[in-house]
């Protein structure tokens, strides 16, 4: 059984910086991809990053330039270096994973597409 645990957030300033990780537990092999998705208070969860085990990145508009998908296959981990946080960012992260399938276009980071998910961090970023 795939188990994700989150670690990292916590509350910083704006224009500040977190690193949020995701350690997965219960695979055997790499073959697969990881997601992180964000849910603010009164919005729908949101994709914001992902990577497969070729490392290959996918981001949100939102997030481009600011944020940076990483893993370590070795590790089971994946992190997410958080740069030029704002007030937007706040939410509670989620880190999750899926494996390839038909018709599973994870890069497109639909929550459909991941199977394994985590219990959330809190970020929060003030003014």
């Known amino acids: 059984q795939v188990q994700l645990v989150e670690s990292g957030g916590g509350s910083v300033q704006s224009t500040g910086s977190l690193r949020l990780s995701c350690a997965a537990s219960?695979?055997?092999?790499?073959?697969?991809?990881m997601g992180w998705f964000r849910q603010a208070p009164g919005k729908e969860r949101e994709g914001v990053a992902g990577i497969d085990d070729d490392r290959m990145t996918t981001y949100a508009d939102s997030v481009k330039g600011r944020f940076t998908i990483s893993r370590d296959n070795a590790k089971h981990t994946a992190y997410l270096q958080m740069n030029s946080l704002s007030p937007d960012d706040t939410a509670i992260y989620y880190c999750?994973?899926?494996?390839?399938?038909?018709?599973?276009?994870?890069?497109?980071?639909?929550?459909?597409?991941?199977?394994?998910w985590g219990q959330g961090t809190q970020v929060t970023v003030s003014t």
């Open positions: 999750a994973t899926g494996r390839r399938a038909p018709g599973r276009l994870w890069w497109l980071l639909h929550s459909a597409d991941f199977e394994n």
């Open positions: 219960g695979y055997t092999d790499s073959d697969y991809y």
